[in-house]
């Protein structure tokens, strides 16, 4: 962290007519404490090497880290609690919300692609208790709105 108070995100980017490299910023006085937490839990996974579980999995990829700090600045929600953020074989990132009955569990993957599985219904017998997919890189519209839908039902 800087002394400025600010905390530099690993979110880069290249602008394609001056191939420049930036990050975005976020300043700590702003960042909801779910945020900062989550961000700490991703900068540990940095220290795992290769067989980190004792299965032979890979370190954590850079691209997965790197997205999962991006999808993390990115959400505006100020009343998340902080996810769960793991380590998950392959490479990957994972992140699982609970609030109440609710469960959120994103991986995400090296590509910027999240997969997900909502739990909607804590009867896991019923088939209809869960929704599964894929989000592509784009996906900050229906990121919001799945956790919108954790917090608030």
């Not at 993957?109 to 017998?125: F, M, N």
Request: glycine residues 8%; aromatic residues 6%; negative net charge.
């Amino acid at each position: 962290m800087s002394s400025a108070g600010a905390l530099a995100i690993a979110t880069p980017s290249m602008e394609r007519s001056t191939r420049r490299q930036w990050s975005r910023v976020t300043f700590l006085d702003t960042t909801p404490p779910w945020v900062l937490e989550s961000l700490t839990a991703l900068d540990k996974m940095t220290e795992l090497g290769d067989n980190w579980d004792g299965y032979g999995s890979p370190r954590i990829q850079p691209g997965a880290l790197i997205s999962a700090r991006k999808l993390i600045a990115s959400v505006e929600l100020q009343d998340l609690p902080a996810p769960h953020a793991c380590p998950v074989s392959g490479g990957h990132v994972g992140l699982h919300w609970r609030v109440g009955s609710r469960e959120l569990e994103l991986t995400v993957l090296p590509d910027a692609q999240i997969e997900y599985l909502k739990v909607l219904d804590q009867d896991l017998e019923r088939e209809d208790s869960m929704q599964a997919g894929v989000l592509a890189a784009e996906h900050s519209a229906e990121l919001e709105r799945m956790l919108t839908w954790l917090i608030r039902g």
